[in-house]
C-alpha cells in the first residue's frame, strides 16, 4: 500500500481528501497542517511515497519546497491550491 501525505491548513480539505483517498484509492493517509510538519514526514525514516501540499500554508511557500523536498527520482510532489474570496 502506498502511503501518501496530505499537507493543507484548511481542515475540512484535508480531512476530506484523506477520507477519500483511504476508502476509495486504498492508500495509507499522513495528515500534516503545515508545510513544517510535511516536510518533518518526507525527510523521516518512513516517507510518504507521494505528497499533495497546498500551494501555501503557514511556514513556508511553495517556491521554497523543491530546495527542501526529497530528489524527484525518489519522490512525486503534487502541488494544490484552493481557497475563497471575501466578499
Avoid at 510518504?48 to 530546495?67: K, N, R, Y
Amino acid at each position: 500500500m502506498s502511503r501518501l501525505l496530505i499537507a493543507d491548513d484548511h481542515d475540512l480539505v484535508r480531512s476530506t481528501l484523506a477520507v477519500m483517498l483511504r476508502e476509495k484509492g486504498g492508500y495509507d493517509v499522513i495528515e500534516g497542517s503545515d508545510m513544517w510538519g510535511a516536510m518533518k514526514e518526507i525527510h523521516s525514516d518512513a516517507p510518504p511515497d507521494i505528497a499533495l501540499l497546498d500551494f501555501s500554508m503557514p511556514g513556508m511557500s511553495i517556491p521554497e519546497t523543491p530546495e527542501t523536498s526529497r530528489s524527484s527520482d525518489e519522490f512525486q510532489t503534487c502541488r494544490t491550491a484552493h481557497g475563497h474570496r471575501n466578499a
